[in-house]
């Protein structure tokens, strides 16, 4: 038995709400606060509540434009051992050691050999492909050959010239370096003018001497001076081009990136505990440097038993970072990496320390030399300039680092089995975890980012460093832009060699957020084979679905619009794998695998006829009709590239395309989801486009047809009609404006004809329209001989002009693009005069040969409209013998017609792949408003616990009222106001003070209680149409307006009452009855649209002049069922009872009828009572004290009737006037409203007691109302509003307005 607690109200948007009060009261103790929280809520998914784009970032160039190498090294030293410069005056005991190597314990000679051989050591260790060439004590011309030879084999790369002027005076303010003659008896100068020229461009320069920095000033002097004198000579060719030949690239020495020791005015340490070359030592024996440095520092005297001695004995390799030595150097690479990434803008941080190894290692060294020289009173200088580093709090983790690894020395030189690494990487991670706690765009970039780079190397951490980098990434486009210009990529790039297997669900995840912001790396995957990496992942199904989805959409960016993508990936079997896979429970994934299939096959035949063969696109058939919309848009979007991925047309791909197409039209063309049908008009364009001249020829006989009303071609609302059996072919008339429709199309398509073999040929147009099988040659759907070619491109064509009156205006304007496009060839052909006045041969002959003359060549033909629309088989006979008459074609139209014009560009296009790939751009976390709202400090969701307290106080003080008014009367006008136009139809929010009206094809909505105009606008329809429903879905929660109108639209709109000044914004829309069946004995009168919402269930039910009730599920946004009415005149009323069982129908000819949508549709009628003898007015589901349900029901005959649903007759009948107009029940209180033909709206009580009768407006001598045309009660107060012809619109309250 069905319980009062469950009845439901059409006007009612709360589906836990019963009408009857004792059962309302037991329900709301039982459940105080759960009422509103359980209801689902409708129409709230991203794709009603985001905009339909792309993702909205900017890429930053982490990408390097160009790699560059150092590949030719210059060390000249300027030593002269044992001879010291005059202008130094050296203190005892000083600096001696050069390159490590102390001078005076060897020979001169073969001291300065032995540093030259040292010092290209060092350098080998940063750069071990270079050409090196040392310079040792040279002269100006040794210098310039040295570097004219390098500068000549590096061509366009990088040469370093690497300078150290120990045994020489200090630069000059000129600019000028020193070197020796050939005796070594004076000191030459060189200037650095010279030097730029022999050593081009681009060069790096490293200074170690004393006053370097002035060597750094002139140099940008002399680098201007050179441009301004190519200037010069470049003017001067201009003048007289005889002259000489200006050089072919200007010179760019600005750009030379050069390391001083010290600034202009400063010399170079002399401790005699220091080497004399620290600049050179920090810059190419880091370590070592730093360790000496460190254990000099009184800090060190922490760490006994340490001497400068054992320092060289630490145990290790620098390139093994097991070892304490490379893990020094391994920490010292991540610290210094970090310091820059932190302090230097990016574009230089790319430039310095990502474009080339050798540059980056020089300045990371470069960062160590500032911090030690400035101990020193030593400011080492750089071009370009960086900010001062010397003092970052990193310096501070470097110390600690050493600190821990030097106190376990002593132990680690006795055993090196006693090393204990260091805790450095795995504290930076738990700052870096520390930070993504509380990380935002909005903050600093943490600045542990290239230190995670750096611990990608270790298997140790790199489980723990790949989890914190997925969940950075995961922050947005801009966190993902940070960790690729800080170089991330190769990193995770040699990753995807790796087999394991705990670090899958990670890199898949890592990757899906870079590809989803910068979609060109996948010309890497191909390059480096990662592309089978993610189809392993996405062919194993032990892995976790979602990690599958993020595999199939890295999939599809490697093959979008890649050609070498889509090659490996279809070599991959990608095909097969995604089709295995079409029916996984998970539906982003069934989406993604729907989207890696249409972009495989974009333009690329192969991968579209393996799809041929693996019957891709009968697989794809069953995901029309998924539950998700997004994977229903997939799917569609999918076909559609599939149609258009043929390069070469055949009758095979014909037949197949056309099956695709008539697939489409008839499955999706009524989704309830506009994100459905846009990618329908996409999928569409393809079959327009492709086949272009059918479209072409059908659209001129559709122009012919309208303007003569004799011969018609379908409608696309009504399906059939029949022709006129008279004049079919009186097309061309003297006065008609498009008789000039059918020569010459386009230069390429169609030729020019002579007049005289036109008329021939235009003679049977509509022939071929209203026959088409008898013209076409072969069959093309053989296999099909149900489908002839005609009916394919006539509903295709209808599909789309059907599409153009589309409720929602985003898809009619989509569709009108690609109908237009047909249409406006259409305009463009004009037909010789002649043709006009020329006399049509007559329909009844057959046609003659000649008048046949190729009009349609190779099986084309165009879509039928014969009477029956039977379908004929074509004869076996080819017609090609056709073309061999001497009559010109007037145009020759082939299905191959446009395929030496390759690729075809779209008419029109949508943004749904870029919005799908844009949502893994974004944070996983945000991607449902649902999990926003279940975060209990939430805005959201305290904003929604206010409102659901909102409700319930409302509810439980308008019991008071609901119980007063059986007894009492309800006559006090508490607001009145006059509309635009007659109001059809009014109904309140049951929370909020709003009172919408429909009127003709508006909607308004009023504040009752201030009486303020919140909105009133158009429902976007056709002009014709009334809006003859409202509603409001989630009324408990952020309420929507629901608005249908008597064309079968139904439009969902937001923002309904013009909140902060915003309009309505239409949210969804769809056309609800499409293609039912009208009722045939319809009244001169319609209902027009009748909807009953019920938000427990998310359920529309929707009937009219039609023999249906439609059920449409607004969580799936697909059709529920069909229940047929049984009845073959229009349904004027509807309700259902809130729990998704029951359903009661009033019709036209007085019968009410029960439904029970739990029951097959054919066997839902469970009941027909035939009791009122006219037109229902109302049919109410109400709860009784006793539980048992009742129905309540009114006809224009003024009879009310009670019915028990158990019963075959109604239990009582009230009779109010002779002729009543309109109707109303409340839902809890027992009273019901009616309004008389004689101007009179008057109450009851369920007893059928006259409580009172309102006859006139409020106000001294109030004038008569008006005729009442619809009355509706306040689903929970004891407020009535009604509606009158003369546009006024009114509120009574059972107590006077306070």
């Not at 469950?6 to 709301?28: A, Q």
């Not at 401790?271 to 880091?286: G, K, R, S, V």
């Not at 599909?799 to 463009?828: F, W, Y």
């Not at 697909?1118 to 009661?1144: F, V, Y």
């Amino acid at each position: 038995m069905v319980t009062g607690d469950l009845f439901y109200s059409p006007t009612m948007s709360e589906s836990v709400d019963n009408r009857n009060g004792n059962k309302h009261d037991e329900y709301n103790n039982t459940h105080p606060d759960d009422v509103d929280w359980k209801l689902p809520i409708a129409f709230n998914k991203p794709r009603h509540t985001a905009t339909i784009e792309g993702v909205n970032c900017i890429t930053q160039t982490w990408r390097m434009k160009e790699r560059m190498k150092t590949v030719s090294v210059a060390l000249v030293l300027c030593l002269n051992v044992g001879v010291d410069p005059p202008d130094v005056v050296k203190t005892q005991p000083c600096a001696r050691l050069e390159c490590w190597i102390d001078p005076q314990l060897m020979s001169p000679q073969k001291a300065l050999e032995m540093i030259g051989k040292n010092l290209q050591l060092q350098y080998e260790r940063w750069q071990p492909r270079a050409r090196y060439k040392q310079s040792l004590d040279p002269t100006v011309e040794e210098v310039k050959k040295l570097c004219t030879s390098l500068r000549r084999n590096a061509k366009e790369e990088r040469v370093l010239f690497h300078y150290n002027g120990h045994g020489v005076p200090k630069p000059t303010s000129n600019g000028e370096i020193w070197v020796f003659n050939r005796t070594y008896t004076q000191y030459i100068p060189l200037s650095v003018y010279d030097l730029q020229t022999w050593m081009g461009a681009p060069s790096i320069y490293v200074y170690d001497c004393s006053n370097a920095g002035i060597i750094v000033d002139s140099f940008q002097q002399f680098a201007e001076q050179h441009e301004r004198e190519y200037e010069m000579e470049k003017q001067a060719v201009q003048h007289n081009r005889t002259a000489g030949v200006a050089s072919a690239t200007a010179p760019s020495y600005k750009n030379c990136i050069q390391l001083a020791a010290c600034a202009a005015s400063q010399i170079l340490p002399m401790n005699p505990d220091l080497p004399a070359d620290i600049f050179t030592a920090c810059l190419t024996t880091p370590i070592t440097i730093a360790l000496r440095w460190f254990v000099m520092q009184n800090t060190s005297k922490l760490v006994p038993k340490v001497s400068l001695d054992l320092i060289d004995k630490i145990p290790g390799q620098l390139s093994d970072r097991r070892t304490m030595l490379g893990e020094l150097n391994w920490i010292f690479t991540a610290i210094t990496d970090t310091i820059a990434w932190n302090t230097l803008p990016r574009d230089l941080f790319q430039r310095l320390f990502r474009q080339d190894l050798l540059v980056a290692s020089l300045f990371r060294n470069f960062l160590l030399a500032e911090r030690i020289l400035r101990s020193y009173d030593c400011t080492p200088v750089s071009f370009p300039k960086l900010p001062p580093t010397f003092q970052h709090p990193m310096w501070q983790a470097w110390d600690l680092a050493l600190d821990l690894s030097l106190a376990q020395l002593a132990a680690v030189l006795e055993s090196e089995t006693l090393f204990v690494h260091s805790p450095f990487f795995e504290e930076q991670l738990t700052a870096f975890q520390v930070w993504l706690t509380l990380g935002s765009k909005s903050r600093n970039p943490p600045e542990q980012l290239p230190i995670v780079l750096q611990v990608l190397l270790s298997q140790v951490h790199r489980l723990r460093a790949l989890e914190l980098l997925g969940k950075f990434l995961d922050l947005g486009p801009w966190a993902v832009n940070l960790a690729l210009s800080v170089g991330i990529f190769p990193y995770v790039l040699k990753l995807l060699q790796s087999n394991a297997r705990e670090l899958r669900p990670l890199l898949v995840f890592i990757w899906a957020k870079i590809l989803a912001v910068d979609s060109t790396c996948q010309a890497d995957l191909v390059r480096d084979h990662g592309h089978k990496y993610f189809l392993s992942v996405l062919q194993d199904p032990t892995i976790p679905s979602e990690h599958r989805t993020l595999a199939a959409f890295v999939l599809a960016s490697i093959v979008n619009n890649y050609p070498a993508g889509q090659e490996a990936a279809l070599k991959g079997s990608l095909v097969s794998i995604c089709l295995e896979q079409l029916g996984d429970p998970n539906p982003l994934l069934r989406q993604w695998l729907c989207l890696c299939l249409a972009r495989l096959w974009h333009n690329y035949d192969a991968a579209r006829w393996c799809g041929v063969r693996d019957i891709a696109h009968e697989k794809l058939y069953t995901l029309l009709q998924d539950p998700i919309p997004e994977v229903r848009a997939a799917a569609v979007y999918a076909l559609g590239t599939f149609i258009n991925s043929v390069t070469k047309r055949s009758e095979h791909a014909n037949n197949i395309d056309q099956i695709i197409a008539m697939t489409l039209i008839n499955t999706v063309s009524h989704d309830m989801s506009p994100l459905v049908r846009k990618e329908l008009v996409v999928a569409l364009q393809w079959m327009v486009l492709h086949f272009e001249n059918s479209f072409v020829t059908l659209a001129v006989a559709e122009e012919n047809s309208r303007r003569d009303p004799v011969v018609e071609t379908l409608s696309p609302f009504t399906g059939m009609r029949r022709i006129g059996s008279r004049d079919r072919l009186k097309i061309l008339s003297p006065n008609n404006a498009y008789g000039t429709d059918t020569t010459d199309f386009s230069q390429d398509r169609m030729k020019r004809v002579s007049s005289s073999s036109s008329i021939s040929s235009l003679g049977n147009n509509w022939e071929f329209v209203r026959k088409p099988c008898e013209s076409i040659g072969q069959s093309s759907f053989g296999n099909l001989p149900s489908l002839s070619y005609g009916s394919v491109y006539m509903k295709l064509w209808h599909g789309l002009c059907s599409l153009d009156s589309d409720p929602h205006p985003s898809v009619a304007t989509m569709s009108q693009k690609v109908t237009n496009h047909i249409r406006n060839q259409v305009k463009e052909c004009s037909v010789p005069k002649e043709v006009t006045e020329a006399k049509l041969p007559s329909i009844s002959l057959p046609p003659s040969p000649s008048s046949r003359a190729s009009f349609l060549t190779k099986g084309e033909s165009l879509p039928t409209v014969s009477a029956t629309s039977e379908i004929l088989r074509p004869p076996r006979v080819p017609l090609h013998g056709s073309r061999t008459r001497k009559t010109p074609p007037i145009n020759t139209i082939t299905e191959e017609a446009d395929e030496v014009l390759g690729f075809k560009n779209p008419l029109t296009t949508s943004l749904f792949v870029e919005w799908n790939c844009a949502q893994f751009a974004q944070p996983v976390s945000l991607e449902s408003e649902t999990e926003s709202t279940n975060d209990i400090e939430s805005r959201a969701h305290y904003e929604r616990e206010w409102r659901y307290l909102r409700n319930k106080k409302q509810r439980r003080d308008a019991k008071e009222e609901q119980i007063r008014v059986a007894r009492g009367r309800l006559e006090s006008q508490v607001f009145h106001t006059r509309s635009p136009q007659p109001p059809e139809v009014v109904t309140f929010h049951p929370f909020d003070k709003h009172l919408a009206v429909a009127a003709k094809d508006c909607f308004g909505i009023w504040d009752w209680q201030t009486g303020t105009r919140l909105t009133y606008c158009t429902s976007r329809g056709s002009k014709m149409a009334r809006v003859t429903a409202l509603g409001f879905i989630n009324s408990h929660d952020v309420a929507l307006l629901m608005t249908g109108s008597d064309d079968g639209s139904v439009r969902i709109w937001k923002n309904y009452c013009n909140m902060l000044g915003r309009d309505p914004t239409l949210l969804t829309a769809w056309q609800a009855l499409a293609d039912a069946q009208p009722a045939s004995k319809s009244p001169s009168a319609s209902a027009g649209l009748i909807t009953s919402w019920e938000q427990r269930s998310l359920t529309l039910a929707v009937t009219g002049d039609v023999r249906i009730v439609r059920l449409w599920d607004a969580e799936t946004e697909l059709k529920k069922q069909d229940i047929p009415t049984g009845a073959d005149i229009c349904a004027t009323c509807l309700d259902t009872d809130g729990s998704g069982t029951l359903m009661a129908l009033g019709c036209g000819d007085g019968s009410v009828r029960l439904f029970d949508r739990r029951l097959p549709p054919h066997e839902a009628r469970v009941m027909t009572w035939r009791e009122h003898t006219a037109w229902v007015l109302g049919a109410y589901f109400r709860g009784t004290a006793t539980g048992a349900p009742r129905l309540i029901t009114g006809s224009l005959s003024g009879d009310i009737r009670f019915f028990d649903l158990r019963k075959n007759s109604s239990v009582n009948t009230v009779q109010t006037a002779q002729g009543i107009t309109a109707m109303a029940v409340h839902n809890v209180a027992d009273i019901f409203t009616c309004a008389s033909m004689n101007q009179c709206i008057s109450v009851y009580n369920m007893s059928g007691q006259n409580l009172n009768a309102i006859k006139s407006y409020e106000g001294f001598m109030g004038t008569r109302i008006g005729p009442v045309s619809c009355l509706n009660f306040h689903p929970y107060r004891v407020v009535l509003a009604a509606g009158c012809m003369d546009s006024s619109v009114s509120v009574y309250a059972s107590e006077p307005r306070r």
